[in-house]
């Protein structure tokens, strides 16, 4: 295996790190900063973000289509422009609308730069062996929480969250750029060019399973995503200590994808998901018996269901439909996701307010209604 061969899944895993901590898990540390720097409401800021994830599951099946019709590395470049571009003008805002669109502008990044075009990619070099190094890339993926929120908080700290914005917009165009230019694969395989012109995919009961599965639980990993230093203090932490428990999220699921990637990888993922769904349950639950002592329970059972989960969201589409059409079919299943994702920073915010207690019964129920969408979801067609 050549050097350029052996640096794809690193390139794809840093690519997913910072686009994570520079979107997904930004607000988490600095809405507060920017809403008092224009005088408004955090839940104004965390508003403009569910507008993002909204624009994100527009542009989803869109970018499905790209990918398809010009390969994976062309999609991954547009991602890391987007995202660099939201991220100046956030952090050149002179005017609260100013901000605001740049956190919507976030969405154009979260569409095509998010997991979906690293898998994608994958899936055009290996096929249907992709499964492994899309868990590795997903287990580099979930250092963006870990290292997003401290260097958020560093950076924030040090000088301000227009820094942190402008740290991370020249991470993208200066390092994962370059990188996703010159490393990844241009060409793609000869199955994924003839599917271009395929028919149009129909839905069917598993893909309708199977985006009903990803629906419930990238709504709790985006208000977990958001929130999640908040919820811990107002479980009793400091935020100094919210911000080092919330880190235990991004070391959980770093552990969940190792362990599918070492035990899981000849298992259906349909097992992959039915754990990852009662993880967060029981964190929560924990959580709520425990008070601050057993508070950091709650982020590494989100951790562990957010890291198997992110392995299913790759592998599962792989193993029921095969590697034929796969990002356009991906892309299919994780739209529902992505409008309810809209709704949930906006949303949990809200059940915060009414009660953290509240706000962990509901996305629990949540969760085991992931489980209960698992049965009867059959295994890879032969």
């Given at each position: 295996?050549?050097?350029?061969?052996?640096?794809?899944?690193?390139?794809?895993?840093?690519?997913?790190?910072?686009?994570?901590?520079?979107?997904?898990?930004?607000l988490?540390?600095?809405?507060?900063?920017?809403?008092?720097?224009?005088?408004?409401?955090?839940?104004?800021?965390?508003?403009?973000?569910?507008?993002?994830?909204?624009?994100?599951?527009?542009?989803?099946?869109?970018?499905?289509?790209?990918?398809?019709?010009?390969?994976?590395?062309?999609?991954?470049?547009?991602?890391?422009?987007?995202?660099?571009?939201?991220l100046?003008?956030?952090?050149?805002?002179?005017?609260?609308?100013?901000?605001?669109?740049?956190?919507?502008?976030?969405?154009?990044?979260?569409?095509?730069?998010?997991?979906?075009?690293?898998?994608?990619?994958?899936?055009?070099?290996?096929?249907?062996?992709?499964r492994?190094?899309?868990t590795?890339?997903?287990?580099?993926?979930?250092?963006?929480?870990?290292?997003?929120?401290?260097?958020?908080?560093?950076?924030?700290?040090?000088?301000?969250?227009?820094?942190a914005?402008v740290?991370?917009?020249?991470?993208?165009?200066?390092?994962?750029?370059?990188?996703?230019?010159?490393?990844?694969?241009?060409?793609?395989?000869?199955?994924?060019?003839?599917?271009?012109?395929?028919?149009?995919?129909?839905?069917?009961?598993?893909?309708?399973?199977?985006?009903?599965?990803?629906?419930?639980?990238?709504?709790?990993?985006?208000?977990?995503?958001?929130?999640?230093?908040?919820?811990?203090?107002?479980?009793?932490?400091?935020?100094?200590?919210?911000?080092?428990?919330?880190?235990?999220?991004?070391?959980?699921?770093?552990?969940?994808?190792?362990?599918?990637?070492?035990?899981?990888?000849?298992?259906?993922?349909v097992?992959?998901?039915?754990?990852?769904?009662?993880?967060?349950?029981?964190?929560?639950?924990?959580?709520?018996?425990?008070?601050?002592?057993?508070?950091?329970?709650?982020?590494?059972?989100?951790?562990?269901?957010?890291?198997?989960?992110?392995?299913?969201?790759?592998?599962?589409?792989?193993?029921?439909?095969?590697?034929?059409?796969?990002?356009?079919?991906?892309a299919l299943?994780?739209?529902?996701?992505?409008?309810?994702?809209?709704?949930?920073?906006?949303?949990?915010?809200?059940?915060?307010?009414?009660?953290?207690?509240?706000?962990?019964?509901?996305?629990?129920?949540?969760?085991?209604?992931?489980?209960?969408?698992?049965?009867?979801?059959?295994?890879?067609?032969?």
């Amino acid at each position: 295996m050549s050097l350029r061969a052996r640096l794809i899944v690193p390139v794809l895993g840093l690519g997913q790190i910072v686009a994570f901590a520079s979107s997904y898990y930004l607000l988490g540390i600095l809405a507060d900063p920017m809403a008092r720097a224009f005088d408004l409401p955090p839940t104004r800021v965390f508003a403009a973000l569910s507008v993002a994830f909204l624009v994100s599951a527009v542009l989803t099946p869109f970018a499905g289509r790209w990918i398809e019709r010009r390969g994976g590395r062309r999609v991954q470049a547009v991602a890391h422009v987007a995202f660099a571009a939201a991220l100046l003008l956030m952090a050149t805002a002179s005017a609260p609308w100013m901000l605001l669109a740049g956190v919507t502008a976030l969405g154009l990044g979260m569409a095509t730069g998010l997991y979906g075009t690293a898998f994608a990619i994958l899936v055009e070099i290996h096929g249907a062996a992709a499964r492994r190094p899309i868990t590795a890339v997903s287990l580099l993926g979930a250092l963006g929480g870990g290292l997003g929120w401290p260097i958020n908080r560093l950076l924030v700290e040090t000088w301000d969250w227009r820094v942190a914005c402008v740290v991370w917009a020249l991470t993208h165009l200066v390092v994962c750029l370059p990188l996703t230019l010159f490393i990844l694969p241009s060409r793609r395989s000869q199955s994924v060019a003839q599917a271009s012109v395929a028919t149009p995919i129909r839905w069917d009961r598993r893909m309708i399973q199977i985006a009903g599965v990803f629906a419930g639980g990238w709504m709790v990993s985006a208000a977990m995503g958001a929130h999640l230093p908040r919820l811990l203090a107002d479980l009793g932490l400091t935020p100094a200590r919210a911000a080092w428990a919330a880190g235990l999220m991004a070391a959980s699921a770093v552990g969940a994808r190792l362990f599918d990637l070492v035990l899981l990888h000849r298992s259906h993922p349909v097992l992959t998901v039915r754990i990852a769904s009662l993880f967060h349950p029981a964190g929560a639950a924990l959580a709520w018996l425990g008070g601050a002592r057993l508070a950091p329970f709650l982020a590494v059972g989100q951790g562990m269901g957010n890291g198997f989960l992110s392995v299913a969201s790759g592998v599962l589409p792989l193993h029921v439909f095969g590697p034929d059409r796969y990002a356009v079919r991906q892309a299919l299943v994780l739209t529902p996701a992505r409008y309810l994702q809209a709704l949930a920073p906006a949303a949990y915010a809200l059940a915060i307010e009414v009660s953290p207690p509240a706000a962990l019964a509901a996305s629990s129920l949540l969760c085991l209604g992931v489980f209960a969408l698992t049965l009867g979801l059959g295994p890879a067609r032969t």
